[in-house]
């Protein structure tokens, strides 16, 4: 048995995702692809045409005794909006829902007991719309869009969407980001 657990998160482009849980003491990795579809093997292109059913999202592999489940999912809830149905920010189309992949009962649980917690606080202004869905299959994206905010700080979308993100996590989880 691995020491390593992997949650499945899609809360928005994978640019933007990728970039705040990287920044996690106890994130061992994450791989920006797809799941929750029904093509096989979809391109990139070929989900954002939303036609492939899969949303862009996120494998995190993490170290369990740095860094919890219920820690991962409250930085999910934080930086990015679950109250959009099929959007976020300026990214519209089923490709960016907001979805939990579950992995195991316990993961299950503990994202139907944060979303009620945040619904009963009233956190957000509108209601959750986020999904919380079985784990069935992850699709890899293109190398290229791995790291990419790391690797491009200074391209426009990055820049205005991505680094707002990343300077949130920083200001709400300072003793979380990894020194």
């Known amino acids: ?106 993961q299950k649980e503990a994202a139907e007991k944060s979303l009620k917690l945040l619904e009963k606080e009233k956190v957000f202004d509108a209601p959750i719309v986020t999904a919380i869905e079985p784990f069935d299959i992850f699709y890899p994206a293109e190398k290229e869009h791995g790291n990419y905010y790391n690797n491009h700080p200074l391209q426009p979308y990055c820049y205005y969407v991505t680094r707002p993100k990343v300077e949130k996590l920083k200001k709400l989880y300072a003793d979380w980001i990894e020194k």
């Open 1 to 106: 048995m691995s020491q390593y657990d992997i949650a499945t998160f899609a809360n928005g482009c994978f640019w933007c995702t990728e970039a705040v849980f990287q920044r996690l003491r106890g994130v061992i990795n994450v791989q920006s692809g797809y799941s929750g579809g029904h093509t096989p093997n979809p391109s990139y292109r070929e989900v954002c045409t939303g036609n492939t059913g899969h949303a862009e999202c996120l494998q995190i592999t993490y170290d369990p005794t740095v860094i919890t489940f219920s820690q991962l999912l409250e930085v999910f809830w934080a930086t990015h909006d679950p109250t959009t149905l099929n959007r976020q920010g300026n990214d519209v189309g089923t490709q960016y829902r907001s979805v939990i992949f579950y992995h195991t009962e316990e």
